[in-house]
């Protein structure tokens, strides 16, 4: 199953699931094939399959059209060469020697919205002290 995190939308104003998905591709610099689409007819995750259930049942009660979001697949077990949880994920951020690194990343989770609570995040938070800041992104 899904982890279930709060999560933002917006209507985009194009005319198409096609067009929808290139714009979203577009703002997260990545391809098409990495974005993920719903239509009350038909959908595609290459990443995630289980949560087309649960997009299904949020984006039907309002008669959307069409959803797409980001199909990132993890990259954390290439780079840390650890299988990700929030532990290790926290354990990994207390290992990190350069500063700049550790400071893009402190950036990273301080500016996520402050609704969007994740266990990851919590850690963070307790036991490095990057609360969030208000700004996001």
Request: aromatic share 8%.
């Amino acid at each position: 199953q899904a982890l279930r995190i709060r999560t933002y939308w917006v209507e985009l104003n194009v005319t198409s699931l096609e067009s929808a998905r290139e714009s979203l591709a577009v703002r997260e610099g990545c391809g098409v094939e990495q974005i993920g689409s719903w239509t009350p007819r038909a959908s595609s995750a290459l990443v995630q399959p289980v949560a087309i259930e649960q997009v299904d049942a949020w984006a039907r009660p309002r008669s959307l059209a069409g959803v797409v979001w980001t199909d990132l697949p993890s990259r954390f077990q290439d780079r840390v060469g650890k299988k990700w949880s929030p532990e290790t994920a926290l354990e990994y951020l207390r290992s990190i020697t350069r500063d700049d690194v550790k400071a893009r990343c402190e950036e990273y989770v301080r500016r996520a919205p402050e609704q969007t609570q994740t266990r990851t995040r919590s850690l963070a938070e307790k036991e490095l002290g990057w609360s969030p800041r208000s700004e996001g992104y």
